[in-house]
């Protein structure tokens, strides 16, 4: 197996955790007595940990070598699982959430992508780099949805296996710890050639390089201070406590959201070849943004929830464009500190929101965050546009 399929399969594994974990932690914190500002705070706390590893990975992650750190990430991560399975106290959750970099927001963002995203493009072209990315991504998304599917898995064995509730909810969990272990297995597979390419010492950004990083990130950070408003975790809930659908229905709703992500990828990649990588960005991502506000009023759970999914087939378009963008605006040794640095500052907005959106659900209506958030990513969208419309990559220079 090459280094590619390995990447490809431990980030299907990581991404079938993650959907997992997203869909149950809220409701798993819930089965705990915690309340939405708690189960914000412990998203919160996932976040800043992961947010500590971006940035520790982008400082350091090359010289201590790309293999041995993202085995070391996936180790954290089954602690971090195995934290929330045996305790359940705030503090000791908190701790657990962001030692092991729990993710609540139902999507792969955290420090092994830096890693990854920085070793795909050196296995293809710049005309077929978008596509690598894009496949990628169809990977993680049908990881999410199986990951979603999968959060079904308390309900099914207290049906049919006739378990506790909460035990149920924890065998759940176990089965993410294992998940981090395997895909800590198979990165002990991966062989030198992903580090040869790496100096001993970073190489300083040039001065397009660091003004592009620069402007870039800045619009990031709003994208990211919207998403997490949005996260899997919060929006699982405001379908449970807005409509009362059980974990079950969430699960399957959320199963079909990955499989249209997973789709919509392919479609980015096709479509950014005839009106460029930022068109595609942008103009996709608008109108899914109004589809989300949209499900904040709407008046049933059907009703939202084909809203929902009208939303998911079309706000994941901008993800592999953005990485194939990024990666292509700066040189080949600047890709790992370029990858950590637009990670960063996403998971940052991510970690500081949250806990935001379970206060706004508590004080004001459960839709608040939902509509907050559309309108960011609009006026991210907007700002994106009009800054870099007219940087264009190396397949689209001539």
Excluded: C
């Excluded at 092994?112 to 795909?120: G, K, R, T």
């Excluded at 895909?183 to 950004?205: C, D, G, H, V």
């Excluded at 005839?274 to 899914?288: A, Q």
Aim: net charge positive.
């Amino acid at each position: 197996m090459t280094d590619r399929h390995l990447i490809y399969l431990a980030s299907f594994l990581r991404a079938v955790a993650t959907g997992l974990i997203g869909v149950l932690l809220g409701l798993y914190l819930a089965r705990l007595a915690f309340g939405p500002s708690q189960i914000g705070l412990t998203v919160s706390a996932g976040l800043a940990g992961a947010t500590l590893a971006v940035f520790l990975v982008g400082l350091r992650g090359d010289r201590w070598g790309r293999r041995r750190t993202l085995m070391q990430l996936s180790w954290l991560a089954v602690a971090g699982g195995l934290g929330a399975l045996i305790f359940s106290e705030l503090t000791a959750i908190l701790i657990a959430a962001f030692v092991g970099m729990l993710n609540g927001q139902g999507r792969d963002r955290g420090a092994s992508l830096v890693l990854e995203q920085a070793i795909l493009p050196s296995t293809t072209t710049d005309a077929e780099r978008t596509r690598a990315f894009a496949w990628y991504n169809v990977l993680q998304d049908i990881g999410h949805a199986v990951g979603s599917g999968l959060a079904a898995l308390p309900a099914w064995l207290v049906a049919y296996g006739e378990l506790p509730d909460l035990a149920a909810f924890k065998l759940a969990i176990g089965l993410y710890v294992v998940l981090f272990v395997a895909q800590a297995l198979l990165f002990s597979r991966l062989s030198p050639r992903i580090e040869e390419a790496q100096a001993a010492k970073p190489a300083p950004l040039s001065p397009d390089s660091r003004r592009r990083l620069t402007r870039i990130s800045a619009l990031f950070a709003i994208d990211a201070v919207a998403g997490g408003f949005l996260g899997a975790a919060l929006i699982a809930y405001f379908f449970h406590a807005r409509f009362g659908v059980d974990a079950q229905t969430i699960a399957a709703l959320f199963v079909g959201a990955r499989i249209l992500n997973a789709v919509s990828h392919l479609g980015a990649a096709w479509l950014a070849k005839r009106i460029g990588l930022v068109n595609t960005m942008v103009f996709t991502h608008i109108p899914s943004s109004l589809l989300l506000a949209s499900v904040a009023i709407a008046p049933d759970f059907p009703t939202a929830a084909i809203l929902f999914l009208l939303r998911e087939g079309l706000v994941e378009m901008d993800v592999p464009t953005r990485q194939s963008y990024v990666m292509a605006m700066v040189r080949p040794d600047e890709r790992t500190f370029a990858s950590s640095v637009t990670h960063l500052v996403r998971l940052g907005g991510w970690a500081v929101a949250p806990g935001f959106a379970g206060l706004l659900m508590q004080t004001l209506s459960l839709g608040t965050p939902l509509i907050v958030g559309a309108a960011m990513k609009i006026g991210y969208d907007g700002l994106l546009w009009a800054s870099f419309r007219r940087i264009k990559p190396p397949e689209e220079a001539h």
